[in-house]
């Protein structure tokens, strides 16, 4: 960029990259240099402001809010009193000893720690009828409206008040300054206005970029046929890019991006031929890309286009016309065709970024743009194999193809006369395989080597031995299971960021204190072996998790430099030292979890602590609860969980942490009451205080936990760190019981809401007020004391997913409003002295008789063995009556075949028991079988 700075506060910014050195030259001449003879009568120590103007400006400084001392020239002294010339941002004519510029821009673009000027603008600069220049940018107004008496400074050619927290809507009446040709209105809460703008006949530069600029381009702006630069970037306009646009013939740069633009691209006009840049990203422009064509394509000197994030579709126009044209950007749109479609011959086309679409196909034969040094086609579909004619660029410094799906090999013919390449990047193509030659030595020298998520082993890569100025290192989860080769070491001297994590790499590391110059070094998720490594003392973040490193961590005591430090899962033993504790307390996050580490934390700090997590769970640590921890005011994860401190929870905890959203004090050997000062964890999001000696009640203040009183539509937090050399951001994460299963959660982390007491020793009710914790997803106060009720309007808790009362001595009966928690997915009642039926509505049929096993005075479903005493069948009338007449029938019958029977017999009998007639019965018996 090229800077012009006249004394009298003129500033002229071209772009080196969009202006030929012809005119550059021009402008120097058509406007530069008229303003640097102006410059030179500023310092004309003879002249004096007219008495009218002074005074006007005294009046303009009386209404302003001065807290540096910034306008302390003005008026001040006997000498310079009545010279307004000489005052601080003040600029006089010449010859006419006019007023005609006011600079009085504040700190925010030279990065002066002068705070801003505040109050209003005076009506009194309309005394100063000369008046051209004013800047009134990066200062505090408030949010106040911008004064509609400007338009009545009829001489304003340049008008800035960027960045000075205006607000309301552009006044209309700015479109009657008829002369002004700079207005630059960026950076404030401005709510827009159509036709602000209908008077800049003359107008040659508007800028009101970074507001919050509403509504419509208005077609009126196709009226200023001198317009050669605007920039309505960073608002809030809707609709279409206005066909009218498209006369304005002295256009040079176009920004409208980051606004809510939607529909295609105007059809019409080929008066645009001076365009040089142009931005429409992140809109919502749609329709294909071809569309473009009629309105652009004849703007033979374009060298910029960025189309990203959009919702474009279709393909790549034909581009060879365009021989002029230098960098094409479609970054973040939601392309859905092949690039292949269309001739992509452009020989002067040096930056080509497509990525953050969804182009698909096969990635485009590219040869003919011989001129390419940027090739991004990264966060697409592209799939198949890699053609080879990639290695025919040979001007190509950048090549991005990461995050597709591309496949096959990657071999030496690819990157074959890339001798200029300085960045590689094929990562998270995970059916890519790379497979070089061992004696092949590429012509390049990489500055950056990204193979992440490829096929790159199981051996080390041989052909990295000759990448001396690599500062960037990731073969991340490559698939290699192979030791590392002593040269790479030496090889990679200048590297500032290495990333070898989840890989099956093993082996023991060397001293690496004195051979690198890393700052940043993971190694994470491998088989490493040994003790921990010296290592480069300048290192800043620091992953060896998930290896088997064993002994001490005193290599690692006296880093100064150290945010991140990452040695959980690992078999590390041993006391930290004091000393080395307080050291810790000095960095970002620290993670030392799942360990065999001891020791205690220091009871005093000498310097400021900065940690924001400390992650000390699964070791042997012990002792009481530091003090030493109140100067931890930054706290947002304390995870101590699965150690053997003791004592009591100290009532300053929440006081001194106003930060802190996950707390873990599980599986300790803390006692004593929960103490109230832990209500005033506002932000608090994970409570886990189970599996301790914690006696008491649970206090009423709960309802002070704000965060967890909040619905999941509260922006929930994220857990990370910035990491600056990378400009990234480090992810955290924290071990957390969700549905009887304790697993780590990253990603997840920002959503989960949850308190668990459980095992413990706690008495009295469940207060109340626990149920105003309405965006708790998870409860748990099983295997305690507890008394009392379940609290009736416990369905407040509508977003309740898991809830164990379990093990208490809770009474009543279970409330029917528990049945509208219809997200709940685990339930545990069991174990209490619970009684009545069981609500048995829609979402509780989901749960078996186990939830509710061992409450004696519970009945109903699903306990089918216990029903409820009112669920026998009641007495009907009529069914009674017709069962009564049904026993009397019954009887009746088995009356008369009672008597039947005894008569029978009683005669029967009495002849059998008589000899002669039994005699007698039985001669006819054998009659009547002869006879048969």
């Known amino acids: 960029m090229i ?44 002249v004096r402001c007219p008495e009218k103007e002074r005074l006007a400006l005294l009046k303009f400084k009386a ?72 800047d009134l940018s990066f200062n505090d107004f408030n949010k106040s409206q911008i004064p509609e008496f400007i338009d009545s400074l009829e001489q304003l050619k340049h008008l800035n008040l960027s960045m000075s927290n205006f607000g309301g809507v552009i006044p209309h009446r700015l479109g009657n300054l008829s002369m002004l040709q700079v207005l630059d209105l960026s950076g404030n809460w401005l709510l827009g206005s159509n036709d602000s703008f209908l008077g800049f006949q003359s107008l040659e530069y508007l800028d009101l970029s970074n507001n919050n600029l509403e509504g419509s381009i208005p077609d009126a702006l196709g009226n200023i046929t001198r317009l050669s630069h605007l920039d309505l970037s960073k608002n809030y306009l809707v609709g279409s890019i206005p066909d009218a646009l ?104 040096e930056v080509l970024d497509v990525s953050h679409n969804k182009f698909s196909g096969r990635v485009p034969d590219l040869s003919s ?52 390449l300085r960045a590689l990047d094929l990562s998270f193509n995970l059916n890519l395989t790379i497979r070089m030659t061992s004696s092949w030595n590429p012509s390049f020298q990489l500055s950056s080597l990204i193979l992440g998520r490829c096929k790159l082993g199981p051996y080390f890569p041989t052909w990295i031995q000759n990448q001396k100025a690599v500062e960037v290192v990731d ?112 960095i970002n996050y ?68 106003p930060e802190l959203r996950i707390l873990s004090l599980k599986s300790n050997k803390l006692y004593g009451d929960l103490p109230s000062g832990l209500c005033q964890l506002a932000k608090l999001q994970v409570l886990d205080i189970s599996m301790n000696d914690i006696s008491g009640t649970i206090p009423k203040c709960v309802k002070n936990f704000t965060f967890l009183s909040s619905k999941l539509d509260y922006k929930p937090w994220d857990f990370k760190i910035f990491v600056k050399e990378t400009g990234k951001w480090f992810y955290d994460g924290a071990y957390v019981m969700w549905k009887g299963m304790e697993s780590e959660y990253v990603s997840g982390l920002r959503l989960l809401k949850t308190i668990d007491l459980s095992s413990n020793d706690l008495t009295g009710e469940i207060p109340l007020e626990v149920t105003g914790l309405v965006g708790l997803l998870a409860l748990n106060l099983s295997r305690n004391n507890l008394v009392g009720y379940i609290p009736r309007d416990i369905g407040r808790l509508e977003l309740l997913n898991s809830l164990d009362l379990s093990r208490n001595n809770l009474s009543g009966d279970i409330p029917p409003a528990l049945s509208q928690l219809s997200h709940l997915g685990v339930l545990d009642l069991s174990f209490n002295n619970l009684s009545g039926r069981i609500p048995w509505d829609t979402h509780l049929q989901t749960f078996g008789a186990s939830v509710y096993m061992e409450n004696p005075g519970l009945c109903g479903p699903p306990l089918a063995y216990k029903p409820c005493p009112e669920d026998e069948m009641p007495k009907n009338p009529n069914i009674d009556e017709e069962h009564e007449d049904k026993l009397i029938m019954r009887g009746f019958y088995i009356s ?37």
């Not at 010859?95 to 002066?112: E, I, K, Q, T, Y």
Request: with cysteine.
């Open 3 to 46: 800077l012009l700075k006249a004394n009298m506060g003129l500033k002229v910014i071209i772009s080196i990259n969009f202006l030929t050195s012809f005119q550059v030259s021009l402008f120097l001449i058509l406007f530069a240099i008229p303003l640097l003879g102006a410059n030179s009568s500023f310092e004309n120590n003879g």
């Open 63 to 134: 209404d302003l809010i001065d807290d540096y001392g910034r306008l302390s020239t003005w008026g001040n002294g006997r000498d310079v009193e009545k010279d307004c010339c000489k005052w601080e941002g003040v600029h006089c004519d010449n010859r006419s000893n006019h007023v005609v510029a006011l600079d009085l821009h504040g700190p925010g673009d030279d990065f002066s720690p002068a705070p801003p000027l505040r109050g209003k603008i005076s009506p009194s600069l309309l005394e100063l009828a000369h008046l051209s220049y004013l």
């Open 246 to 349: 498209g006369s304005l013939m002295s256009l040079s740069y176009l920004d409208l991006s980051t606004n809510q633009l939607s529909g295609e691209y105007p059809r019409a006009s080929k008066n645009l031929s001076g365009l040089r840049y142009l931005d429409l990203s992140g809109n919502k422009l749609n329709g294909r890309l071809s569309h473009l064509t009629t309105w652009l394509w004849d703007s033979t000197k374009l060298e910029y286009l960025d189309l990203s994030e959009n919702v474009l579709c279709g393909s790549l126009p034909n581009m060879s016309r365009y021989p002029f044209m230098r960098e094409l950007k479609l970054w973040g749109n939601q392309l859905n065709a092949s690039v292949t479609e269309g001739n992509l011959r452009l020989p002067n086309l």
């Open 369 to 420: 743009c011989s001129s390419l040094r940027w090739l991004s086609l990264y966060d697409n579909m592209f799939n198949g194999t890699l053609t080879e004619s990639i290695g025919y660029l040979s001007k190509l410094e950048y090549l991005h193809l990461g995050s597709n799906h591309l496949e096959g090999l990657i071999w030496e013919a690819h990157l074959l006369n890339l001798s200029k």
């Open 475 to 586: 073969i991340s989860s490559a698939k290699i299971s192979d030791i590392i080769p002593y040269w790479f070491w030496d090889t990679i001297q200048i590297c500032r960021h290495l990333n070898m994590s989840y890989n099956q790499i093993y082996g023991v590391l060397p001293d690496l204190s004195s051979k690198l110059n890393l700052l940043i070094m993971d190694l994470s998720s491998n088989e490493l072996n040994g003790s921990l490594p010296l290592l480069p003392p300048n290192a800043t973040n620091i992953n060896l998790s998930g290896n088997n490193f064993s002994g001490t961590i005193i290599n690692l005591c006296n880093f100064r430099n150290l945010n991140i430090l990452d040695l959980s899962n690992n078999v590390l033993f041993g006391e930290i030292p004091q000393d080395c504790f307080r050291n810790l307390m000095r």
């Open 590 to 657: 620290v993670n030392l979890a799942n360990n065999n580490l001891s020791g205690e934390i220091p009871k005093y700090i000498d310097r400021q602590c900065v940690v924001y997590s400390l992650h000390l769970r699964n070791n042997n640590f012990m002792g009481e609860m530091s003090m030493s921890l109140k100067r931890c005011r930054n706290l947002n994860v304390l995870d101590l969980g699965e150690n053997k401190f003791s004592g009591k929870i100290p009532s300053w905890l929440g006081e001194s942490m």
């Open 896 to 932: 008369m075949a009672l008597g039947f029977i005894v008569a029978f017999w009683g005669v029967s009998g009495t002849l059998f028991l008589n000899k002669w007639c039994r005699i007698t019965i039985l001669k006819m018996v054998n009659s009547i079988k002869d006879w048969l």
